[in-house]
C-alpha cells in the first residue's frame, strides 16, 4: 500500500512530463509537486544547509537523505504506516519493535531519498520547446510501472 502511493503519484507526474506541450516551467511545477508530495508523507523538511542538517542528525526522530539537504520524521512516517488499513494493522502486529522500526526506517528513506533525487532532476526543451533529440535509453514512464490487483 504504502508503494502504491509511492509509485501512483511517480507514474502520473512522469506522464505529465512528457506530454509535447509541457514547457520546462511545467516541468519545475510538476516535480516539486512530486517532491512536496514525498516530503509530506513522511513529514519531510528541507533542503538544509550543512549546519541545519547536522542539528537533526544528532537526532533520532529526524532521517537525513544521503546528500543531507533532506529529513524525515520517523514517528509520522510510523503514524503513516498505522493508517494504511486493517491488513497492515494485523502484518504490524505480528513483526517485532525492532524489526517495525527497521521497515519504517527504509520507508521513510525512500521517500526522503526520493524527494532529494527529484530536486536534481533539470527539465531541458529546446528553444521552440521541443524535447532533445537524443532520447534516453529508458523513458521515465518505463521506470515506473504501477500494477494492478
Known amino acids: 500500500m504504502v508503494i502504491n502511493h ?5 507514474t502520473i507526474t512522469l506522464k505529465q512530463l512528457q506530454g ?18 514525498y516530503l509530506s508523507i513522511v513529514n519531510g523538511k528541507g533542503p538544509f544547509e550543512e549546519f541545519e542538517s547536522n542539528e537533526l542528525d544528532s537526532d533520532d526522530k529526524w532521517l537525513l ?3 543531507r539537504r533532506y529529513a524525515g520524521s520517523h514517528k509520522k512516517s510510523r503514524d503513516f504506516f498505522l493508517n494504511q488499513g486493517s491488513l497492515v494493522m494485523a502484518k504490524m502486529e505480528q513483526m517485532s519493535e525492532v524489526d517495525i522500526d ?3 526506517k527504509e520507508v521513510t528513506k525512500l ?15 529546446d528553444a521552440n520547446n521541443e524535447i532533445s533529440d537524443e532520447l534516453p535509453a529508458v523513458l ?6 504501477l500494477e494492478h490487483s
Open 6 to 10: 509511492f509509485a501512483a503519484r511517480a
Open 20 to 37: 509535447h506541450r509541457v514547457t520546462v516551467c511545467q516541468q519545475r511545477a510538476y516535480l516539486l509537486s512530486l517532491k512536496t508530495f
Open 65 to 67: 537523505s544521503s546528500c
Open 102 to 104: 527497521f521497515l519504517v
Open 111 to 125: 521517500f526522503v531519498e526520493a524527494a532529494a533525487r527529484i530536486s536534481r532532476i533539470v527539465g531541458e526543451r
Open 140 to 145: 521515465p514512464n518505463e521506470l515506473v510501472r
